[in-house]
């Protein structure tokens, strides 16, 4: 498998905030977003799946996180460090930007789901229509309020599509006195919305380091 970097830390956003995890950045995303703060998943040294499971093994914490760039491009070598050890109480989850859909992946893991356009979106909705995968999904945007992701904000608080409450907002991250601001935006919109919002911790406490 082409691997970014393995670190234990904490989960810092979504439905795991605050749980200690270990994180796999695999490398390679087939997306280029402007506003990536993972550019450096390009990055990469082979392992082995027997290798990344004897890694997983030696490791006490039960939350495993996959993310990138986009795991799901080596989702059929993630499926297979899953079986191997699906007898011991490990958590998996996958971060994913929904480009890439596998209903069997949701048999073995949890997945967040990050569309960075309304057709992503959409096709997402699509593939929750399936019980399993609306019970294993949730669905994170990030936006600013402004500019960025404003239509599928909108898509999301159309009740007819039913993925409300699977729904966490995050405030988009810029690197600038703005942040504090649109952290705020976002907090009042999820109030007046009942949304839930996603924190940042790892970048509240370690800004753009790695390993965090």
């Known amino acids: 498998m082409r691997v970014n970097e ?62 990138g760039g986009e795991p ?10 899953m079986k191997k050890i699906i007898w011991l109480p490990y958590l998996h989850m996958i971060e994913s930007n929904a480009t890439i859909f596998d209903t069997e992946i949701h048999k073995l893991a949890e997945v967040t789901y990050s569309p960075k356009t309304l057709k992503d979106l959409k096709a997402l909705i699509h593939f929750m229509n399936d019980p399993l995968v609306y019970n294993t999904s949730t669905i994170k945007i990030v936006t600013d309020l402004e500019e960025v992701n404003m239509d599928l904000v909108e898509c999301v608080l159309d009740e007819t599509y039913g993925i409300k409450r699977k729904t966490y907002l995050m405030p988009l991250t810029t690197f600038t006195e703005k942040d504090r601001e649109i952290k ?13 919002y996603s924190p940042r911790i790892h970048i509240e406490v370690w800004g753009n380091e790695r390993g965090h």
């Not at 705020?184 to 839930?196: A, G, R, S």
Request: with cysteine; net charge positive.
């Open 6 to 67: 393995i670190f234990e830390s904490i989960q810092g956003e979504g439905k795991y905030v605050g749980h200690p995890a270990l994180f796999i950045r695999l490398s390679g995303c087939n997306l280029n977003c402007p506003w990536c703060d993972t550019k450096y998943h390009k990055e990469y040294h082979y392992m082995t799946v027997t290798d990344i499971v004897k890694t997983i093994r030696n490791q006490d914490n039960i939350l495993v996180v996959w993310t």
């Open 184 to 196: 705020q935006k976002v907090w009042k919109f999820c109030t007046e919305h009942n949304l839930k």
């Open 72 to 81: 799901l491009l080596q989702k059929e070598d993630i499926i297979k460090v």
